[in-house]
Each structure stands twice: as structure tokens, then as C-alpha cells.
């Protein structure tokens, strides 16, 4: 069973314009949200992080927008760049379980120039 | 600071055999997960090692085993091979057990189970 859906499967966007991924789950007891950006023969890369008590985190170009009642979280990519061409991964932690984490099926992002 | 490194890069082995992979983490990190990750599963969680005991375990059978030495270094095992084990399998290493934000990933190990 999936714990965290993630949507959508592929995703191409002109260079310049906003790319944007999103996140379910259902789990109330997860307290911590990464994303992770993945390239080729690489490992996952953390991203940017939001923990549920708050509802929007910046960082350059990438925010997380968080929405705890909808129990959904997105990823949105601004001025996207062929250098962001990438797969990105969603992700939910429990406070209970260490280190563990529960990804999303991943998000294959496509910047044309 | 040298970031996680696994070896070997890139094993092929039949099935049956069994393969042992190994993770250096980040130095000063204490922890270390390991996930599997597959076209068709996506990422999913092994296991997590602390101060050389295993912490968290995720939902695969007894093959898959692992163990951390006092170094901090870590070694995962898959005893009787099977196809579906072919996969990149990724260490990750954080500073303590819940520094959920200091948790870096290696490149992995591609494994490949003809």
C-alpha cells in the first residue's frame, strides 16, 4: 500500500515556466516532508523540507506549499531550467520511526529550452 | 567533508549466490538506512542502523539483512539471490536517529540478478 501518491508520472514544462508536483497521504502521524531530487545514476538529493506547522516554505526558486487539512502537500519549481530536468521524489517521515521514510512514486521532470 | 560512498558501484551475480554491499556513511554520522529502489516499487525502506543496532525495519523477507560496525560503517546482505532482487540499492546516513534533516543518500549499488 502506498502511503505517500504522488502525481503526476512525468511532467514537461517550458524553461522559464513553473513546474508543479504533487503529494497525498494519509498518515496523520507523519511530521516531516522532504522532497528529493534525483538525477541519473546519481542518489536523491534533499531538496527542501516542511514540517505540518506551516503552511509554505522558499527556498530560491523551489516552495513547498503544505495544506495539513487536505492532508496534501506540493512542490512548485519557479523560472524552471533545463538543469532542473530531474526526478523528483515526495517523502513522509513519523516522528516514531526514526529515519525511515515513505516515498512517492517519483515525478520525471522534462525542461525544454 | 566526504559524502556517503557505497561499494562496489556495480555487482552482477546469479541467482541462488548472495551478495554483500557496503556503506561508508558521512564521518560523524550515526545512522544508516537502507533502501531499495525499482522502476516498478519505487523507493522502499530495508532498514535503519543506530550505535550498531538495528532500529527500523521495513517489509522484506529474511534475506535481506544488514549489520553496522562500531565505525558507523554498514553492510547489508542478500542471501539466495532472486531476479526481483535487481535493483539500485541506496544508503542513506544522517547524524542521530531522528535527524531527519541531515539524512544525505549515496550514488548506490546497482545490482543485477541474472
Known amino acids: 500500500q502506498q502511503q505517500v501518491k504522488q502525481s503526476p508520472q512525468s511532467l514537461i514544462v517550458q524553461k522559464g515556466g513553473i513546474s508543479i508536483i504533487n503529494c497525498a497521504y494519509e498518515?496523520?502521524?507523519?511530521?516531516?516532508f522532504p522532497w528529493y531530487q534525483q538525477f541519473p545514476g546519481k542518489g536523491p538529493a534533499l531538496l527542501i523540507a516542511?514540517?505540518?506547522?506551516?503552511s509554505e516554505k522558499k527556498e530560491g526558486r523551489f516552495t513547498i506549499s503544505f495544506n495539513k487539512s487536505a492532508k496534501q502537500f506540493s512542490l512548485h519549481i519557479m523560472d524552471s531550467q533545463p538543469g532542473d530536468s530531474a526526478t523528483y521524489f515526495c517523502?513522509?517521515?513519523?516522528?516514531?520511526?526514526?529515519?525511515?521514510?515513505?516515498f512517492g512514486t517519483g515525478t520525471s521532470l522534462t525542461v525544454i529550452p | 567533508k566526504a559524502g556517503v560512498t557505497q561499494t562496489p558501484r556495480y555487482l552482477i551475480k546469479t541467482r541462488g549466490q548472495q551478495v554483500t554491499l557496503s556503506c561508508s556513511p558521512i564521518?560523524?554520522?550515526?545512522?544508516v538506512s537502507w533502501y531499495q529502489q525499482t522502476p516498478g516499487q519505487g523507493l522502499q525502506f530495508l532498514f535503519e542502523?543506530?550505535?550498531?543496532?538495528?532500529?527500523n525495519k521495513g517489509n522484506f523477507p529474511g534475506r535481506f539483512s544488514g549489520r553496522q560496525f562500531s565505525n558507523s560503517r554498514s553492510e547489508m546482505n542478500v542471501s539466495t539471490l532472486e531476479l526481483g532482487d535487481s535493483a539500485l540499492y541506496l544508503c542513506?546516513?544522517?547524524?542521530?536517529?531522528?535527524?531527519?534533516?541531515?539524512?544525505?543518500f549515496g550514488p548506490g549499488t546497482r545490482l543485477l540478478v541474472l
Open positions: 542502523y543506530f550505535s550498531e543496532t538495528q532500529r
Open positions: 542513506a546516513s544522517s547524524s542521530y536517529l531522528t535527524s531527519k534533516e541531515t539524512q544525505y
Open positions: 517523502a513522509a517521515s513519523r516522528r516514531d520511526t526514526g529515519n525511515q521514510f515513505y
Open positions: 516542511i514540517r505540518p506547522d506551516v
Open positions: 498518515n496523520t502521524a507523519f511530521d516531516y
Open positions: 564521518s560523524g554520522h550515526r545512522s
